[in-house]
């Protein structure tokens, strides 16, 4: 035969039980939201800098100023710098880029080409570039790093929609030939870069 006394006893023991499993949920469910949510784009660009093995900040970097922010940062997968023999007989010193570029901790991925232009192979957005002469900075043996004003949107509204500046850094190869050669003939020469996109903040 149950007391009274024993039955408050249980009753007290099962609210007790009932109280902590609904607290366990909350932190849980808590818990799951905070891991579930994206990071702010700002954390976010700053992880692929460093990924991408740029330690303290944009410093050094061409970049745009103050009132930007990077949005996000990607690396040539294969990519080549083609150089035009002109009529002289020397190899013009502008190039026509051909590269595949793949997003830092994403698989996300951007056809770089001709204009300059970058294609999101996401969604078809694209960007025009020109470079900011006053930005270069010179590397030996390499192609230089660039800053880069969006001059022109094209295609569907989408990745790149909002990107202002590019710049391109961490540079191998892409260097011109050398010597004398055919007016029409042209050379490509592999190079690697990462490339930095901005957005305004």
């Not at 009932?18 to 808590?30: D, H, R």
């Not at 949510?37 to 100023?65: C, F, H, M, R």
């Not at 900075?137 to 230089?144: A, E, R, S, Y």
Request: proline letters at 7%; glycine letters at 12%.
């Amino acid at each position: 035969m149950i007391t009274r006394a024993r039955l408050r006893r249980r009753l007290r023991l099962a609210g007790a039980g009932v109280a902590a499993a609904v607290a366990l949920g909350v932190a849980v469910v808590t818990t799951t939201a905070a891991q579930a949510a994206p990071p702010p784009p700002e954390a976010a660009g700053t992880a692929e800098l460093q990924a991408a093995g740029v330690g303290g900040g944009s410093g050094g970097i061409p970049n745009p100023g103050p009132g930007f922010r990077i949005k996000s940062v990607y690396k040539v997968t294969s990519g080549t710098q083609t150089y035009a023999c002109t009529a002289a007989g020397t190899w013009d010193t502008k190039s026509t880029p051909e590269a595949q570029l793949r997003r830092y901790l994403s698989r996300d991925r951007i056809h770089h080409y001709g204009g300059p232009r970058w294609t999101s192979e996401k969604d078809g957005s694209t960007i025009v570039g020109a470079v900011r002469a006053d930005a270069t900075v010179q590397k030996p043996g390499t192609i230089p790093w660039l800053l880069l004003d969006v001059t022109a949107h094209e295609g569907p509204a989408g990745e790149l929609s909002a990107v202002t500046n590019i710049s391109r850094i961490r540079t191998t190869g892409g260097v011109a030939p050398t010597g004398t050669c055919t007016t029409g003939q042209t050379q490509a020469v592999p190079y690697t870069a990462d490339y930095i996109f901005w957005t305004k903040r």
